[in-house]
Nanobody, 124 residues
């Protein structure tokens, strides 16, 4: 069975950086999308960045220029490098995997495997 396990969250001051990781196991799909979502307290879960099996990448407007999604197929692991963090980035961050799409969907309905989440807290 597919398992996604996030790590790397924590508390940082505004302007700081964090690198999130998502370790993947049991995944046998040749074509796929993998994505990072986040959910702030009292808000809906929203897509942050996605990467497909070919390496094509898409970002939400809020992430462009600050966040970088990448993957290591050998491990396999999904990453999210977050720079210039802002208090409004405070949220639980989740990685997810699902069927391939071009670009990868930002809808939670497009993903059928989810990690348990890792908390990111940015203080001003």
């Amino acid at each position: 069975q597919v398992q996604l396990v996030e790590s790397g969250g924590g508390s940082v001051q505004a302007g700081g950086s964090l690198r999130l990781s998502c370790a993947v196991s049991g995944f046998t799909y040749a074509t796929y999308c993998m994505a990072w979502f986040r959910q702030a307290l009292g808000k809906e879960r929203e897509g942050v960045a996605g990467i497909d099996s070919d390496g094509s990448i898409s970002y939400a407007d809020s992430a462009k220029g600050r966040f970088t999604i990448s993957k290591d197929n050998a491990k396999p692991t999904l990453f999210l490098q977050m720079n210039s963090l802002k208090p409004e980035d405070t949220a639980m961050f989740y990685c997810a995997s699902g069927p391939w799409g071009s670009p990868c969907s930002t809808s939670t309905r497009a993903y059928n495997y989810w990690g348990q989440g890792t908390q990111v807290t940015v203080s001003s």
